[in-house]
């Protein structure tokens, strides 16, 4: 079965730097999402991007992230300078319609120190 | 507004008995439902959809769930617990007549099966 993959599967970085969360969803997918987990908690809902455009977002997805689709294939999430309570497990996510089954990666787990 | 409780937090089942892991949801629109399992250090699967067929739906490793509407539920049940089964589960719902296209997590219920 296709898969979504996510890379890398473990990111560490210091606080205030910037990091680049890659993924690349199932190749006939049109609907791309971004969530997170911090541990412990509940799975959030970060952002969705449709037609190469955000098409939701969380109150968590500040000026400080960003989402781009640079080449029909990846699907990158950006946090410009990163907080502690930015550490969580970040999973990708796609779907091929609206409303559909999500197909998600296995996870990035971000540790800000 | 949407939104998803999971009843238990911890569920703790001996192996070869019955799993029931609650869930209930408020949507103002007709929902579609899922449960995604995610074992430890593994990303999240899915277990089963819910999308406006069969109110009674079956996923893989022998979980069902079943629609009610009436009840606004769609709990999670095995009839015969595996030590593999240990894991998180999470009840999700997507509305699909609106134009936003986000799904909506419980909290999750953690799932123990005493050998």
């Known amino acids: 079965e296709p898969e979504v993959t996510q890379t890398p599967s473990h990111q560490v970085t210091q606080m205030g730097q910037e990091v680049i969360l890659r993924c690349v969803p199932i190749?006939?997918?049109?609907?791309f999402y971004w969530y997170r987990q911090i541990l412990g908690q509940k799975v959030e809902f970060l952002v969705s991007f449709y037609n190469n455009e955000i098409s939701e977002k969380s109150e968590i997805f500040d000026d400080q992230f960003s989402v781009e689709r640079p080449d029909g294939s990846n699907f990158t999430l950006k946090i410009r300078s990163t907080k502690l309570e930015d550490s969580a497990m970040y999973f990708c996510?796609?779907?091929?319609?609206?409303?559909?089954?999500?197909?998600f990666g296995s996870g990035t787990q971000l540790s800000v120190l | 507004a949407q939104s998803v409780t999971q009843l238990d937090s911890h569920v703790s089942v001996s192996e070869g008995t019955p799993v029931l892991l609650r869930c209930n949801y408020s949507s103002s629109y007709s929902p579609s439902l899922f449960w995604y399992v995610q074992h430890p250090n593994k990303g999240l699967q899915l277990l089963l959809k819910?999308?406006?067929?069969?109110?009674l739906v079956k996923g893989i490793n022998g979980f069902e769930a079943e629609f009610k509407k009436s009840e606004t539920s769609f709990h999670l049940t095995k009839p015969s617990a595996h030590m593999s089964d240990a894991a998180e589960y999470f009840c999700?719902?997507?509305?699909?007549?609106?134009?936003?296209?986000?799904?909506?997590f419980g909290t999750g219920t953690s799932l123990t099966v005493i050998p």
């Open positions: 999700v719902v997507s509305d699909r007549d609106v134009a936003g296209n986000q799904f909506y």
């Open positions: 819910y999308t406006s067929a069969a109110t």
């Open positions: 996510a796609s779907s091929p319609k609206r409303g559909e089954k999500l197909f």
């Open positions: 190749s006939n997918h049109l609907y």
